[in-house]
């Protein structure tokens, strides 16, 4: 085995029995390069990363491949969902350079980590106009030890030019009315009307967006902003993309129509399209947003919970077809003969017609994905429920995709938020209770003594690397939504921890920006900084929801303040790439809202202060933050001073600092909660 043996990361872990010699990242990595006067290969990816897999058979596991890379360079393996710092860095370099990036990230760099050739996945023969990894391997080889001057000059220019490279922030001035108007705006020209999701292929599940045009139609009452939320959330529910026997959704779809996905199964895609979909049925009633929420949070339990109660980052995209080949998708897709196999001729073709099953495949090779195709007439659910029962038990028999057991923080946040929020309004405990769960987990294995958060951790035990921004902001975020649903202060008190953090390590105090790695974090060849938003919210959008928010339930003026402040970029983003910006969106969103104060008191027990409490809960006002309690309570500031009124559970609502008269009715508490800004 190589260096890799003993680390926390599955993703290294898949690579310590490699021929090559690889390092983790690490100062004595660098040394050695120095040492020996060769290059660093950097080699970037990561668990669920079909391509990366691909490399690395090609390539990684060739005896005369790893003999020459052991010979002339010195390879570092990143897992970039362990060291997402490491990653942006070089990514924003790849991507100067080449004008793309993707993974595997494949960058050649000076024993000073300073960049000069860069590429991604690299074939073992030449093909389709792109040089074989030898190839280059060997160009830069000689181009290390031929023309020294020339590399070392690139190296530094590129190095320059990153640091050197300045972000507009906008001004200090927070987003209005004009700007989420043009981000609505910008959005309806990129949506696609005939499919739902926002451009063309390769198709992301937009749910940071749809965020922001659930809160936009909640505030301004626009019918636009709903429907396209509405009619996107359908479609990817009835396509490939998501799981329609297990529940949960994959990556993204290859296709416009949400028919193949890359199959992959991701904790933040799941975290994040749980919560949408629960706030979708929040603002319409939907039965379909009902049941894939539930689904989609049953799916999360079952399938990524972890022996210590934290959340797995993902499942593989790629698992054996039963004949010792590793194939994408061959645990989800179907034949008509392999339904047959389980169902019977009858069954099967109501199946196939069902879940769009077809001879010809919508797959490889004959396979289908299994979809809900618009399709006239009434099926019997009894039968339909039967069917999917076998298929899914049969499905169970083969050969399962790997799981990355890395417990991210940031992930575990989002997955904290959207069970509490989920399990709360379906009246599911035990999604509570798997929320409490991670969440423990987060405070006892994550947080040091000084309420700072490792990144990772994996089998019980914490990973080396400090946390970054997203860390911090998400795993607040789900504190925060568990106070709410829990009435406990405690997870108040740990959200108030990580973002005094936020405050002290990540803002910049003159402009109120923010860094995606704390100011004694190590020190890369730049400071990563995107307050874009990609797969998941950027930790600058994140942090600026969860300041928001705490900011409302304590009254926290420093906090309010860094929020605004941040939300200053949303200002200068959000009418230019509104979909890369949906979380700040969404936030810009609650604070033009207020966001809503709800304080609720009411004995224990009390059906009524139940009732009371679940109105608070289900009010679609952007970003309100709700804080039930008993009379007298100190577990929460916003309960402070809150008495019964007449004798009855009575709700507060309160805004920028005015409040209404208490109410003790639940029907007038979801009339103001759901009603437009005045």
């Given at each position: 085995m190589n260096r890799l043996a003993g680390v926390t990361s599955p993703y290294l872990l898949q690579h310590a029995d490699n021929p090559v010699d690889w390092w983790p990242w690490m100062p004595e990595a660098f040394e050695e390069a120095r040492r020996r006067d060769v290059p660093v290969l950097l080699s970037v990816g990561y668990s669920a990363c079909h391509w990366c897999h691909v490399m690395a058979h090609e390539s990684f596991e060739d005896d005369a491949t790893a003999a020459y890379l052991n010979e002339h360079f010195v390879s570092v393996k990143v897992d970039r969902e362990e060291r997402p710092d490491v990653d942006a860095v070089y990514m924003e370099a790849v991507q100067a350079a080449t004008g793309q990036g993707g993974w595997p990230m494949t960058v050649f760099l000076t024993p000073d980590a300073e960049p000069f050739y860069f590429g991604t996945y690299f074939p073992p023969e030449p093909r389709h106009g792109s040089p074989s990894f030898r190839q280059v391997l060997e160009g830069v080889s000689s181009a290390w030890s031929d023309r020294r001057d020339e590399v070392t000059e690139v190296a530094g220019k590129i190095t320059r030019d990153l640091a050197e490279r300045e972000m507009s922030f906008g001004d200090s001035r927070v987003p209005g009315e004009e700007e989420l108007a043009g981000a609505l705006l910008g959005l309806t020209r990129d949506y696609d009307a005939a499919r739902g999701g926002f451009g063309g292929a390769p198709k992301f599940p937009p749910s940071m967006v749809i965020e922001f045009l659930l809160r936009h139609h909640a505030r301004t009452g626009s019918e636009g902003a709903l429907q396209m939320a509405v009619d996107t959330c359908e479609r990817m529910a009835r396509g490939g993309l998501y799981d329609q026997l297990g529940g949960g959704f994959a990556r993204y779809s290859v296709d416009r129509d949400w028919v193949v996905p890359h199959f992959e199964k991701m904790l933040y895609d799941n975290a994040l399209l749980c919560r949408v979909y629960a706030h979708l049925w929040r603002s319409t009633g939907s039965e379909l947003a009902r049941r894939v929420a539930l689904e989609t949070a049953d799916f999360m339990v079952r399938e990524l919970r972890t022996g210590e109660g934290g959340f797995a980052s993902a499942l593989d995209a790629?698992?054996?077809?039963?004949?010792?080949?590793?194939?994408?998708?061959?645990?989800?897709?179907?034949?008509?003969?392999?339904?047959?196999?389980?169902?019977?001729?009858?069954?099967?073709?109501?199946?196939?017609?069902?879940?769009?099953?077809?001879?010809?495949?919508?797959?490889?090779?004959?396979?289908?994905?299994?979809?809900?195709?618009?399709?006239?007439?009434?099926?019997d659910a009894e039968r339909l429920a039967s069917a999917r029962e076998r298929l899914l038990a049969a499905r169970a028999g083969r050969p399962a995709p790997g799981r990355d057991d890395k417990v991210v923080a940031a992930w575990n946040g989002l997955a904290v938020a959207a069970l509490a929020e989920t399990g709360a309004y379906f009246d599911r405990p035990d999604l509570v209770e798997a929320a409490i769960g991670a969440a423990d987990l987060l405070v006892r294995l994550h947080m040091d003594d000084r309420a700072r958060l490792a990144r990772t951790s994996k089998d019980g035990r914490a990973g080396a690397h400090a946390g970054v921004l997203e860390d911090y902001a998400d795993v607040a975020e789900g504190f925060l939504a568990l106070a709410s649903v829990t009435g406990e202060g405690?997870?108040?008190?740990?959200?108030?921890?990580?973002?005094?953090?936020?405050?002290?390590?990540?803002?910049?105090?003159?402009?109120?920006?923010?860094?995606?790695t704390a100011a004694d974090a190590e020190r890369l060849i730049r400071r990563p900084q995107d307050p874009t938003d990609n797969a998941t919210p950027s930790g600058w959008s994140a942090a600026a929801g969860a300041l928001l928010s705490y900011g409302a339930q304590t009254g926290a003026e420093p906090h309010r303040t860094a929020a605004e402040r941040a939300l200053g970029v949303v200002k200068a983003l959000g009418p230019r790439v509104p979909r890369f910006i949906g979380w700040g969106l969404a936030v810009a969103e609650a604070l033009l809202d207020g966001p809503r104060e709800v304080a609720v008191v009411g004995e224990e027990g009390d059906p009524a202060t139940a009732v009371m409490r679940r109105a608070a809960l289900l009010g679609t006002a952007?970003?309100?933050?709700?804080?039930?309690?008993?009379?007298?309570?100190?577990?929460?500031?916003?309960?402070?001073?809150?008495?019964l009124v007449d004798g009855k559970p009575a709700a507060y609502v309160c805004r920028n600092f005015v409040c209404d008269i208490p109410l003790t009715d639940s029907d007038q508490l979801r009339t103001v909660l759901n009603s437009r800004k005045a």
């Open positions: 790629d698992s054996d077809d039963g004949s010792g080949r590793h194939v994408e998708g061959a645990y989800y897709v179907w034949t008509p003969a392999q339904l047959r196999e389980v169902l019977g001729d009858a069954d099967a073709e109501f199946a196939a017609r069902y879940f769009g099953v077809t001879e010809e495949g919508t797959f490889e090779e004959g396979a289908s994905v299994l979809q809900l195709p618009q399709q006239e007439g009434v099926f405690v997870w108040l008190e740990f959200a108030g921890f990580l973002l005094d953090h936020v405050l002290a390590q990540f803002t910049d105090a003159e402009s109120g920006a923010l860094y995606d952007p970003g309100a933050v709700v804080a039930v309690g008993v009379p007298g309570s100190e577990e929460l500031p916003l309960l402070s001073g809150r008495p």
